[in-house]
């Protein structure tokens, strides 16, 4: 995961829980072989999201 701000890559694996401030610039990317599953919840009711 890439966090705006920030140049590192914070790394997860299986069953890990990963939480982003309100209003911060992320992104999440696979790096591995897998296909890359996860579940979101936000407390917003508007999402702003790209894919690419």
């Not at 995961?1 to 309100?22: I, N, S, T």
């Not at 296909?35 to 894919?51: D, K, N, Y």
């Amino acid at each position: 995961m890439r966090v705006a701000e920030e140049r590192g890559l914070h790394g997860g694996r299986g069953g890990d829980v990963l939480v982003v401030g309100a209003g911060v610039a992320h992104r999440f990317t696979a790096t591995g072989p897998d296909r890359l599953r996860m579940v979101r919840i936000h407390a917003s009711p508007q999402i702003g999201q790209e894919f690419g």
